[in-house]
């Protein structure tokens, strides 16, 4: 079956798909996305071998809870109750940080999907504390999870060699080699009127942003091929001008602002 993304996620590639494989190398050993996020394009592609990480633990958490224990995962899943108040319970079990600490990583899976489809516009943002901060979706219903994409990502986890991981993008950088095709999708550069600043406390910024040329730079002279997407700024296309720079037109629907959503210009950047 054709696979897609479970969970909601700002910056999400689904708008963009056409575009990103349209400038796809021609052959590649094994697919590595640094920063994995709702995980669009290898959905897409459903490669055989691939290495996917990010940085946020619960994020990962799930992806190796559906693939290790699918069946548990969607029974506990299925034991939370749609409400504001049933909401707010599960949301808020991480004030609590020793009790927090002991709940179970299948439970924390649950949790993570949980509150990615009854947030706010399914966004992910915890406050400086770390603790999740998003308010409730007011649904009515619960949501009718496709069970049969479901189970296929858990299978298609399990009968393909993929790798899974959650660290810092750059600690990564050891295990590319030659043959191997790197998908970046970072934290975008800003344009002030398309901010996500409001759902994440992330540092990736300027200077994160040309650390993670530099690191482009090394995997060229390594022979290695990456694609990398961000807005369409002066300065990511200043900073990658050496590459090839493909200016594209995407949609954007997770923003606190209507005004924020709808058609912006943004770059694919190849080494090929």
């Known amino acids: ?58 994020l990962i958490n799930f992806y ?48 993570t999907f949980y509150l990615n489809r009854y947030c706010f516009n ?15 979706n007011n649904a009515k219903k619960q949501y009718d999870l496709p069970i049969d994409l479901y189970y296929g990502i858990s299978n298609y986890l399990n009968e393909h060699d993929i790798t899974i991981t959650s660290k810092n993008y750059l600690k990564l950088e050891k295990e590319f080699k030659e043959g ?3 998908y970046f999708d970072p934290p975008y550069d800003l344009v002030e009127k398309y901010s ?12 994160e942003q040309i650390e993670l040329k530099q690191l482009c730079d090394r995997l060229s002279e390594k022979n290695i091929k990456f694609m990398l997407s961000n807005s369409a700024t002066d300065f990511i296309k200043e900073l990658y001008k050496d590459y090839n720079v493909n200016i594209v037109s995407a949609t954007r629907i997770i923003n606190s602002k209507v005004s924020g959503r709808g058609a912006v210009e943004e770059v694919i950047v190849t080494n090929y």
């Not at 071998?49 to 946020?56: E, G, K, Q, S, V």
């Not at 943002?125 to 770390?130: D, L, W």
């Not at 996500?196 to 200077?207: H, L, V």
Request: contains cysteine; glycine residues 6%.
């Open 180 to 182: 191997d095709f790197v």
């Open 122 to 136: 399914g966004l992910y943002r915890v406050n400086k504390k770390g603790f999740f901060n998003v308010p409730f």
């Open 196 to 207: 996500f600043t409001d759902y994440s406390n992330s540092s990736f910024k300027t200077q």
């Open 64 to 111: 190796i809870q559906l693939k290790k224990h699918p069946d548990k995962l969607l029974q506990i899943l299925n034991s939370f109750e749609v409400s504001k108040e049933a909401y707010l319970e599960i949301r808020n079990a991480d004030r609590d940080v020793e009790n927090f600490a002991k709940l179970s990583p299948i439970y924390k899976a649950a949790r």
């Open 1 to 58: 079956m054709l696979l897609q993304p479970l969970l909601k996620w700002a910056g999400g590639k689904r708008q963009l798909l056409g575009e990103l494989i349209r400038h796809l190398p021609s052959h590649y050993d094994r697919y590595c996305e640094p920063f994995f996020g709702g995980g669009a394009l290898m959905f897409e592609l459903t490669p055989a071998c691939a290495l996917i990480n990010d940085i946020n633990q619960d």
